[in-house]
């Protein structure tokens, strides 16, 4: 059975940093199209950083520049460092995996057609003025 853990989500003030851990289960920790998404109250929810099977990742451009996705395959965990976080980074944070490989931003695609079949039950941040 796949599992998703989030953690490391918490409450920092503007200008700081976070670093988000997903830490999966349940099936052989490869290069299967994984990301970060994130929902706002009364938003939508979006893509934040969606890991490609080349090594590529695709980040929404409000974040880019300040975060950072990566993964550590000898400790199934995929990461999220989350530097000069503003107010309106504030959401529940999830990771998501599809059980499918693409290079270029095919992942980041299939995320945001609903392609994702496991979710983790979130992390939540909050940042503060």
């Known amino acids: 059975q796949v599992q998703l853990v989030e953690s490391g989500g918490g409450s920092v003030q503007a200008g700081g940093s976070l670093r988000l851990s997903c830490v999966a289960s349940?099936?052989?920790?490869?290069?299967?199209?994984m990301g970060w998404f994130r929902q706002a109250p009364g938003k939508e929810r979006e893509g934040v950083a969606v890991?490609?099977?080349?090594?590529?990742?695709t980040y929404t451009d409000s974040v880019k520049g300040r975060f950072t996705s990566s993964k550590d395959y000898a400790k199934n965990t995929l990461y999220l460092q989350m530097n000069s976080l503003k107010p309106e980074d504030t959401a529940m944070y999830y990771c998501?995996?599809?059980?499918?490989?693409?290079?270029?931003?095919?992942?980041?695609?299939?995320?945001?057609?609903?392609?994702?079949?496991?979710w983790g039950k979130g992390t939540l941040v909050t940042i503060s003025s």
């Open positions: 998501a995996i599809a059980m499918t490989e693409g290079s270029g931003g095919y992942c980041y695609l299939l995320a945001t057609e609903g392609g994702m079949d496991y």
């Open positions: 890991l490609n099977s080349d090594g590529s990742t």
């Open positions: 349940g099936y052989t920790f490869g290069d299967y199209c």
